[in-house]
């Protein structure tokens, strides 16, 4: 089975970090050359624009490079300062004054299990996401101090190499990519560039309080590493491209070891060999399950989730069904199998029911089921369901008790009993949609049509397809 193409792209922009050299003039010309080509032929060029000194830096450069009019600035009002008003107006006043359009958008904010900053952050991101067309480029304004202040972040976390390879100077962001020009550049350097050219910005009073981890590092922590070790952001970015190169390298082995355990797509998800993944040594299974999500564009787990992976699913005896859920993520193990799941978090209802009457003119139909899987028809020959004009689906779940003959058996069977022959997981078995034309049950899910029920050849037909839209 090959990996999906994002993991392509998302290799290929991890080798971007380097930036050019520190530009004591930040010359614009210079910082935006890596980036020179897709700033011409981008049909979109969006700024992150908060009113700081970072952005407003950023977006004046960028005003010199770039015609303004092709510009469009995006300033988020998160509504956790007092002066959050008073911020708006001055980033609008700025855009006017440079000629750039101006995007506003309004978030609310609710503090999560990793706190307000985490928070204020994720709904950012849904806005550049969001606003970002195909192809389009998003500019961040982090410097040279912010990466400092991430790798140090990282390290004091227990970060692996992908943490600690700090912040890449550009990666894919929706339907686009996001660039960070300023990765080579520090603060005091667009300090003084703002004060040449006579440049105002919003200072967020919430960056004076020690009680944000980053802000106790910026006061406390980097002015005491400048001091005893002049050159510590070379340092430290020296040690981000090592780590870039670790993970890069890890990324891949992950990759070649995980199709060589027979990877294998699955409803909603994937699921690989258990046995051949016990071969490894404990490294290479760790960093497999470590990298197995974010191949197919999930979060990674940590190492306490991985754990509890071994400990809860892998480990268990053969005739166990256990289950493991992370964030919007299962791990479930069957029949020699260790599964990884996408879930779309919406509650399953057995009691639902729905009439779904089938238009014998339209090529491709779909019915949404409640649980966010769809029931597709795709007009077939010689395969598939045969029904009359007037004849309507009823689609109900499993009770207990039903029975039925799939077409070419030579007698009925329990429901629960073909579920096992056909080796139907155990976790779809009472969630997998029944359709029934009266009260007679007809096609089970995808899984088979009914004895009486099937094309013949050349006949006209209806074949079922049950979708997870998960992925």
């Given at each position: 089975m090959e990996l999906p193409t994002k993991t392509i792209l998302r290799t290929q922009a991890i080798t971007l970090t380097r930036t050019p050299a520190t530009i004591k003039g930040l010359d614009a010309a210079a910082l935006f050359a890596p980036w020179q080509q897709q700033l011409a032929v981008t049909p979109q060029i969006l700024v992150a624009l908060s009113g700081g000194l970072d952005s407003t830096v950023l977006l004046?450069?960028?005003?010199?490079?770039?015609?303004?009019?092709?510009?469009?600035?995006?300033?988020?009002?998160?509504?956790?300062?007092?002066?959050?008003?008073?911020?708006?107006?001055?980033?609008?006043?700025?855009?006017?004054?440079?000629?750039?359009?101006?995007?506003?958008?309004a978030v609310e904010v609710t503090a999560t299990g990793e706190g307000i900053e985490a928070a204020a952050r994720s709904a950012r991101y849904a806005v550049f996401e969001r606003l970002l067309r195909q192809d389009g480029l998003l500019v961040l304004g982090h410097h040279g101090d912010d990466q400092?202040?991430?790798?140090?972040?990282?390290?004091?976390?227990g970060s692996g190499a992908k943490g600690l390879s700090g912040m890449p100077a550009q990666r894919p962001l929706g339907s686009g990519q996001l660039i960070r020009p300023?990765?080579?550049?520090?603060?005091?350097q667009l300090q003084a560039y703002a004060k040449r050219q006579k440049l105002s910005w919003v200072e967020d009073e919430s960056n004076s309080e020690d009680k944000f981890d980053r802000n106790y590092l910026r006061k406390h922590v980097v002015p005491a590493l400048a001091e005893r070790w002049p050159d510590y952001r070379q340092s430290i970015q020296l040690s981000a491209e090592h780590s870039t190169e670790a993970e890069q390298l890890a990324e891949t082995l992950a990759g070649e070891d995980l199709c060589a355990l027979d990877l294998r797509e699955e409803r909603a998800?994937?699921?690989?060999?258990?046995e051949q993944l016990l071969e490894l040594n404990d490294a290479r299974q760790r960093n497999v399950q470590r990298h197995w999500p974010a191949l197919c564009n999930l979060p990674r787990p940590n190492k306490k989730i991985i754990a509890e992976i071994n400990r809860a699913v892998i480990q268990v005896r053969e005739d166990a069904d256990p289950l493991l859920q992370w964030q919007f993520m299962q791990w479930r193990r069957f029949q020699g199998r260790l599964y990884l799941l996408a879930c779309s978090g919406t509650d399953f209802d057995s009691q639902q029911q729905y009439q779904w009457t089938l238009d014998h003119q339209s090529l491709d139909q779909v019915l949404q089921l409640s649980d966010s899987s769809q029931l597709i028809v795709e007009q077939t020959v010689g395969d598939g369901l045969v029904l009359a004009p007037e004849q309507t689906?009823?689609?109900?779940?499993?009770?207990?008790?039903?029975?039925?003959?799939?077409?070419?058996?030579?007698?009925?069977?329990?429901?629960?009993?073909?579920?096992?022959?056909?080796?139907?997981?155990?976790?779809?078995?009472?969630r997998t949609p029944l359709l029934y034309v009266d009260k007679t049950l007809v096609a089970v899910g995808d899984y088979w049509v009914c004895e009486g029920w099937q094309a013949q050849p050349g006949q006209a037909a209806k074949k079922i397809l049950w979708r997870h839209n998960s992925l």
């Amino acid at each position: 089975m090959e990996l999906p193409t994002k993991t392509i792209l998302r290799t290929q922009a991890i080798t971007l970090t380097r930036t050019p050299a520190t530009i004591k003039g930040l010359d614009a010309a210079a910082l935006f050359a890596p980036w020179q080509q897709q700033l011409a032929v981008t049909p979109q060029i969006l700024v992150a624009l908060s009113g700081g000194l970072d952005s407003t830096v950023l977006l004046h450069l960028l005003a010199t490079a770039v015609p303004p009019e092709r510009l469009c600035a995006v300033h988020i009002h998160h509504g956790l300062s007092a002066n959050a008003d008073h911020w708006q107006a001055r980033v609008e006043d700025y855009c006017r004054s440079l000629g750039v359009k101006l995007k506003t958008e309004a978030v609310e904010v609710t503090a999560t299990g990793e706190g307000i900053e985490a928070a204020a952050r994720s709904a950012r991101y849904a806005v550049f996401e969001r606003l970002l067309r195909q192809d389009g480029l998003l500019v961040l304004g982090h410097h040279g101090d912010d990466q400092v202040e991430t790798m140090l972040y990282q390290l004091l976390r227990g970060s692996g190499a992908k943490g600690l390879s700090g912040m890449p100077a550009q990666r894919p962001l929706g339907s686009g990519q996001l660039i960070r020009p300023l990765l080579a550049v520090g603060r005091d350097q667009l300090q003084a560039y703002a004060k040449r050219q006579k440049l105002s910005w919003v200072e967020d009073e919430s960056n004076s309080e020690d009680k944000f981890d980053r802000n106790y590092l910026r006061k406390h922590v980097v002015p005491a590493l400048a001091e005893r070790w002049p050159d510590y952001r070379q340092s430290i970015q020296l040690s981000a491209e090592h780590s870039t190169e670790a993970e890069q390298l890890a990324e891949t082995l992950a990759g070649e070891d995980l199709c060589a355990l027979d990877l294998r797509e699955e409803r909603a998800g994937w699921s690989i060999c258990i046995e051949q993944l016990l071969e490894l040594n404990d490294a290479r299974q760790r960093n497999v399950q470590r990298h197995w999500p974010a191949l197919c564009n999930l979060p990674r787990p940590n190492k306490k989730i991985i754990a509890e992976i071994n400990r809860a699913v892998i480990q268990v005896r053969e005739d166990a069904d256990p289950l493991l859920q992370w964030q919007f993520m299962q791990w479930r193990r069957f029949q020699g199998r260790l599964y990884l799941l996408a879930c779309s978090g919406t509650d399953f209802d057995s009691q639902q029911q729905y009439q779904w009457t089938l238009d014998h003119q339209s090529l491709d139909q779909v019915l949404q089921l409640s649980d966010s899987s769809q029931l597709i028809v795709e007009q077939t020959v010689g395969d598939g369901l045969v029904l009359a004009p007037e004849q309507t689906l009823t689609i109900r779940y499993r009770e207990g008790g039903e029975r039925c003959k799939p077409a070419g058996r030579g007698h009925s069977n329990s429901l629960k009993k073909l579920f096992l022959e056909y080796g139907v997981e155990p976790w779809w078995r009472d969630r997998t949609p029944l359709l029934y034309v009266d009260k007679t049950l007809v096609a089970v899910g995808d899984y088979w049509v009914c004895e009486g029920w099937q094309a013949q050849p050349g006949q006209a037909a209806k074949k079922i397809l049950w979708r997870h839209n998960s992925l």
